[in-house]
């Protein structure tokens, strides 16, 4: 397998060359990488790969002028079903380390902070401030990092990015909704910002923004950033984010924050990424996203899903109502066991409810005589009362309750359960 990867590959495309450094034109979209269709559950290990295209290979170029890859390195980039991604050039063990990318070369707040738009941008969400700064270096003629941005796709297959005739293909789903509470809501940020930052600052920002830009850069930091670095809310990090996801790994332990040399002479903080089993070399080295995304995040967030039932989730969202007379007693019970007035329940295929999914729902439909466990005398002990069956009369209408949610939300499918089963691949 080795072998034959190495004989497929032109073996010089990503020695590192001299250092000289050719400017890049803009090399346009990655639109062959990236097709606009409806979610499809994609084979997860996918040996066969092809040389990527010439974006790519000048972004090597550049990782290696910075010091961050060598001949040595024990990946590279390549073409697989899942978009780019890095392919093991020998043998690799479980945990070893892929590649260590230092701080100057990632992107985060800080980053923007210290740069020409820092001042203005202080204060905005880290996400805005970044999506600013991604959009603004993609539309310089002269940016830094060109050649990162060269190699970000347009687009990934994830609902936010999908037609209003594609949509229509999942009336009726939670992930429609979400969609476009999530559209909705980057909309809302960009107005705000188009009034706040843009228009005050022309001379910062001297090409038009759009909507469209912001929600490239909105889809771009939900499939690439990390954030579980120490103290860090979301970091690009260049190459690493070439990483694609297997759902056979059952780990998300592969990232580390460390001192080391970043260069000849320097020394700085490095993002070490370490392959979380062991690769055969010219295999895909790959991890795990995140274990507890259900389809829907993994959809809204990366544009893929898994055929795992684990990850087939309901979120049923459940509400104290301000109307109700004992609003406030309710809430404060709610949110002395960490709920709100509003709470959000992931329902999975197969798996027990959610400890305080029963509790909560009791509680909001608690009334009549049962109010007096309400009463601050049982302010300590009501969470466990509420854990078993209160009365007939609670229970019955916490019933009726979730029966009126699926009824609402099996209304909004433009197919019926018969006809669904009727599908032949159903069957
Ligand atoms: C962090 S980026 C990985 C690099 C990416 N493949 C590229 O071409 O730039 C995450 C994106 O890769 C793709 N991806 C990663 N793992 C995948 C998988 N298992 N199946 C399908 N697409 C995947 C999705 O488009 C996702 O939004």
Same mark, same amino acid.
């Given at each position: 397998?080795?072998?034959?990867?190495?004989?497929?590959?032109?073996?010089?495309?990503?020695?590192?060359?001299?250092?000289?450094?050719?400017?890049?034109?803009?090399?346009?979209?990655?639109?062959?990488?990236?097709?606009?269709?409806?979610?499809?559950?994609?084979?997860?290990?996918?040996?066969?790969?092809?040389?990527?295209?010439?974006?790519?290979?000048?972004?090597?170029?550049? &990782?290696?002028?910075?010091?961050?890859?060598?001949?040595?390195?024990? +990946?590279?980039?390549? +073409?697989?079903? @899942?978009?780019?991604?890095?392919?093991?050039? #020998?043998? &690799?063990?479980?945990?070893?380390?892929?590649?260590?990318?230092?701080?100057?070369?990632?992107?985060n707040? *800080?980053?923007?902070?210290?740069? *020409? !738009?820092?001042?203005?941008?202080?204060?905005l969400?880290?996400?805005?401030?970044?999506?600013?700064?991604l959009?603004?270096?993609?539309?310089?003629?002269?940016?830094?990092?060109?050649?990162?941005?060269?190699?970000?796709?347009?687009?990934?297959?994830?609902? !936010?990015?999908?037609?209003?005739? @594609?949509?229509?293909?999942?009336?009726?789903?939670?992930?429609?909704?979400?969609?476009?509470?999530?559209?909705?809501?980057?909309?809302?940020?960009?107005?705000?910002?188009?009034?706040?930052?843009?228009?005050?600052?022309?001379?910062?920002?001297?090409?038009?923004?759009t909507? *469209?830009?912001?929600?490239?850069?909105?889809?771009?930091?939900?499939?690439?950033?990390?954030?579980?670095?120490?103290?860090?809310?979301?970091?690009?990090?260049?190459?690493?984010?070439?990483?694609?996801?297997?759902?056979?790994?059952?780990?998300?332990?592969?990232?580390? @924050?460390?001192?080391?040399?970043?260069?000849?002479?320097?020394?700085?903080?490095?993002?070490?990424?370490?392959?979380?089993?062991?690769?055969?070399? /010219? =295999?895909? +080295?790959?991890?795990?996203?995140?274990?507890?995304?259900?389809?829907?995040?993994?959809?809204?967030?990366?544009?893929?899903? =898994?055929?795992?039932?684990?990850?087939?989730?309901?979120?049923?969202?459940?509400?104290?109502?301000?109307?109700?007379?004992?609003? /406030?007693?309710?809430? *404060?019970?709610?949110?002395?066991?960490?709920? /709100?007035?509003?709470?959000?329940?992931d329902?999975?295929? /197969?798996?027990?409810?959610p400890?305080?999914?029963?509790?909560?729902? #009791?509680? +909001?439909?608690?009334?009549?005589?049962?109010?007096?466990?309400?009463?601050?005398?049982?302010r300590?002990?009501?969470?466990?009362?509420?854990?078993?069956?209160?009365?007939?009369?609670?229970?019955?209408? &916490?019933?009726?309750?979730?029966?009126?949610?699926?009824?609402?939300?099996?209304?909004?499918?433009?197919?019926?359960?018969e006809?669904?089963?009727n599908?032949?691949? &159903?069957?």
């Amino acid at each position: 397998m080795a072998a034959l990867f190495t004989l497929s590959f032109s073996s010089s495309t990503f020695l590192c060359p001299g250092r000289t450094r050719k400017r890049l034109s803009f090399l346009g979209t990655r639109t062959t990488l990236h097709f606009k269709r409806p979610l499809s559950v994609n084979s997860l290990l996918s040996p066969e790969y092809d040389p990527p295209p010439p974006a790519v290979q000048i972004f090597w170029q550049w &990782m290696c002028e910075e010091g961050v890859v060598s001949t040595k390195s024990p +990946v590279r980039p390549g +073409v697989f079903r @899942e978009g780019l991604g890095l392919v093991a050039l #020998r043998d &690799m063990a479980q945990n070893e380390v892929v590649l260590q990318v230092p701080r100057r070369l990632w992107i985060n707040p *800080d980053t923007v902070s210290a740069s *020409d !738009i820092g001042n203005v941008c202080d204060g905005l969400k880290p996400w805005v401030s970044v999506a600013l700064f991604l959009i603004r270096e993609k539309l310089r003629d002269d940016s830094p990092w060109r050649y990162y941005i060269d190699i970000l796709p347009e687009y990934t297959n994830s609902t !936010i990015y999908w037609s209003e005739e @594609e949509l229509s293909e999942i009336r009726g789903t939670q992930l429609l909704s979400t969609t476009l509470d999530v559209k909705e809501y980057v909309q809302n940020e960009f107005q705000k910002v188009e009034e706040e930052i843009i228009f005050p600052h022309k001379q910062l920002f001297p090409s038009p923004i759009t909507l *469209d830009d912001f929600l490239w850069a909105f889809g771009i930091i939900r499939s690439r950033a990390f954030s579980r670095l120490s103290g860090q809310s979301l970091v690009l990090i260049p190459l690493v984010d070439l990483i694609n996801h297997s759902s056979s790994i059952t780990t998300e332990d592969h990232a580390r @924050e460390i001192e080391g040399a970043a260069g000849l002479f320097s020394w700085d903080l490095l993002f070490s990424l370490q392959t979380p089993v062991s690769v055969k070399a /010219g =295999e895909q +080295v790959l991890i795990q996203y995140a274990l507890s995304k259900s389809n829907t995040q993994l959809a809204l967030d990366y544009g893929f899903i =898994e055929s795992r039932s684990e990850r087939n989730a309901y979120t049923l969202p459940l509400k104290i109502s301000e109307s109700d007379p004992f609003f /406030g007693d309710k809430l *404060d019970i709610a949110e002395s066991n960490g709920l /709100g007035d509003t709470a959000y329940f992931d329902i999975f295929l /197969g798996r027990p409810l959610p400890p305080t999914l029963l509790p909560y729902l #009791r509680l +909001v439909a608690l009334g009549g005589t049962d109010t007096f466990l309400l009463e601050s005398l049982f302010r300590n002990s009501v969470w466990g009362h509420l854990e078993f069956p209160v009365s007939r009369a609670n229970e019955e209408l &916490m019933c009726q309750v979730v029966r009126n949610a699926c009824k609402s939300a099996l209304s909004g499918y433009h197919t019926t359960i018969e006809e669904v089963l009727n599908v032949p691949y &159903m069957q």
